[in-house]
């Protein structure tokens, strides 16, 4: 059963309060969408208009046919405000919600109208997992920076061919000849446990907690754990901690210093993410350069805490880290990006799922490209459809509805800036078809504001070349920078969905 039939079922007990936005809502007006005939001498002929607000620059209008296939304006008008009137360059107007003109020869009436998604409001069916209906953030989580993960970046300023050193003593209340080292580094890591290398992994990489590790031993009291962490460009991570085995199981009777500062409800098991030897809050020293040394070269570069430690200046980092979202939570139900604060993810993973969601974009009429309301939705946080202000543009794979990098939608189905609009989405994640003895790409479609947009499109990434568990990851919202709003996100896990007409 595709996507639409559960919808249809849901929207038999739609949400109104969710669906009652007018033209007087719009923050222009001018801007959105028209429709009327074009008058010829065979006849009248439909005919539709988008108009966008280009801020200073004034005003554009596509005439289309139609505005529910991809085709060609017919023109491109250009014009500017004059009072309570739009004038266009070939003399075209609009005035109180009418746009009246020419074109080639015959004479067109255009009436504004309102288009909203025929699965706005849509209530989630039985058996589907809530992510969001307005009530509270408590099944989300900052997405690039979990409590547990430490932002060099962030916390020593940004920049390439670097290294940081991360230092933690270790509390140990016996002797524990064999335990496991864990550690996640963006990029490089080297560790010394007690002033022994333990490690070393001099490469170029984005980080992935816990993927490195190292068999090491405590003595019962103070052990010292040193981390250097080296940084090419973009990101710049590190995450550490302690396990009894190589699978990941907790260390016992371990303590670590520093540690958090205290917060009102937060527990350390929270910010450990339920691992209770995973490592917080951390002593830095750094970071430290040297000209004509890239990255890999300062892997092997002794700074301060390797050639003399007692000169080395440490503080600490990580004090405060919080496990929820910093997100707004607004009062009409929505939640809002705050720019700044970062991505969330859903805390919980998935893997076959039927998504539906309902989110807006700001009015920011003199921003352009990927600054005009730029977010998006991945699926297990690495697959995207776009989220942006691409009204009335040519709909790229890069502006809204579209899948990042990888196909552009059928028809770019964007509705103008501040009015609610609807992704409902089937993704199947890569897997291993036993019975065909082949590995099978993950494949996504897409129906934007009900119209559908990607059909059953093959996404990068690969496919594995062996049985396997069936991967599963959280649905991310990215924090771009602007304030894009959220509501109504709900899913219907799905065993072995398939994906088709």
């Known amino acids: 059963m595709r996507l639409l039939a559960v919808l249809a079922s849901a929207l038999l007990f739609a949400l109104p309060a969710l669906c009652q936005q007018t033209l007087g809502d719009l923050p222009d007006p001018f801007m959105g969408d028209y429709q009327g005939t074009l008058s010829t001498p065979d006849g009248d002929q439909p005919l539709c208009a988008q108009v966008i607000c280009w801020g200073d620059e004034g005003y554009q209008a596509n005439l289309l046919p139609t505005l529910e296939r991809r085709a060609e304006p017919l023109a491109v008008l250009r014009g500017s405000a004059d009072g309570d009137v739009l004038r266009f360059e070939d003399g075209s107007t609009i005035a109180d919600g009418v746009f009246g003109g020419v074109l080639e020869g015959s004479t067109f009436a255009l009436n504004r109208f309102l288009r909203l998604s025929p699965t706005l409001g849509a209530k989630p069916p039985d058996g589907s997992v809530v992510l969001f209906d307005g009530a509270g953030l408590d099944d989300w989580r900052l997405g690039g920076a979990a409590p547990w993960r430490v932002s060099l970046s962030d916390e020593l300023g940004g920049g390439p061919d670097r290294v940081a050193y991360l230092g933690s003593r270790i509390l140990s209340d016996r002797d524990i000849p064999s335990a496991w080292l864990q550690v996640g580094s963006d990029d ?7 002033g022994e290398v333990v490690l070393e992994v001099n490469v170029d990489r984005s980080l992935v907690d816990f993927q490195d590790q190292a068999e090491i031993a405590l003595h019962e009291g103070w052990n010292e754990l040193v981390l250097k962490i080296t940084q090419n460009t973009g990101g710049w991570e590190a995450s550490a901690r302690l396990c009894a085995d190589p699978e990941g199981a907790p260390l016992e009777g371990v ?6 500062e205290p917060q009102e409800g937060v527990s350390l098991e929270l910010l450990q993410g339920g691992h209770p030897s995973t490592i ?9 350069q040297e000209e004509g040394l890239g990255c890999t070269e300062l892997f092997d570069r002794p700074f301060a805490p390797e050639s003399e430690p007692q000169a080395a200046e440490w503080r600490p980092i990580n004090t405060s880290p919080s496990p929820y979202t910093p997100w707004k939570l607004l009062p009409d139900g929505a939640m809002e990006v705050v720019g700044g ?7 919980r ?6 998504l539906h969601m309902e989110f807006r974009t700001p009015f920011e ?3 352009r490209g990927q600054g005009r309301g730029n977010s998006g939705v991945y699926l297990q946080a690495q697959h995207e459809v776009q989220v942006l202000d691409s009204y009335g543009l040519a709909g790229e794979n890069n502006e809204c509805g579209g899948l990042y990098g990888v196909s552009r939608p059928i028809v770019n189905a964007c509705a103008p800036p501040t009015v609610w609009q609807t992704f409902d989405i089937e993704y199947r994640p890569a897997r291993f078809n036993e019975e ?3 590995g099978e790409a993950a494949r996504m479609s897409v129906w934007h504001n009900g119209i559908l947009i990607h059909d059953n499109v093959e996404l990068p990434g690969g496919a594995p070349d062996q049985p396997g568990p069936l991967p599963v990851g959280p649905i991310l919202l990215q924090d771009h920078g602007n304030p894009v709003q959220y509501r109504n996100i709900w899913v219907v896990e799905e065993q072995d969905l398939l994906l088709g007409p």
């Open 188 to 194: 490089g890591v080297k560790a010394w446990v007690n």
């Open 255 to 260: 303590t670590f210093e520093p540690t958090p």
């Open 280 to 288: 917080v809050t951390w002593l830095a020293s750094g970071p430290y």
């Open 341 to 347: 604060a970062g991505s969330i993810v859903t805390k």
């Open 349 to 354: 993973a998935f893997s076959d799922v039927r």
């Open 365 to 367: 009429p003199n921003n």
């Open 436 to 438: 065909r003895g082949v």
